[in-house]
């Protein structure tokens, strides 16, 4: 189905004023902050990769085929103090990304 960009222009503002950016892909969304890919943004809906952080969150694929992520309900998105240390976590518990 794909996601809106308004969907993702919302989930940006929510978690102004951390360091986070969309990446189209293939009609959805890829979520980094601080450069750190952090989860995708899929029929509208936000996964996380699992972390500590999103532990007790439902986890499901983003996309068949896909491994499990940990879905943030859309109540949680509307939190944005909650939503921002779910990402900011999540972004701190995975490793950098290597340059090349």
Known sequence: MGTSRAVVD??????????????????????????????????????????AVTEGLPEGPPYPGAKEHRIVAAEMIEDPPALQRLVEGTAAALPARRRR
Not at 30 to 42: H, K, P, Q, S, T
């Open 10 to 51: 919302h989930l940006l503002e929510q978690l102004e004023p951390l360091p986070v950016r969309v990446r189209a892909m293939f009609g959805e969304y890829g979520l980094y902050c601080d450069e750190v890919f952090v989860g995708v943004v899929c029929d509208g809906v936000l996964f996380l990769k699992p972390t």
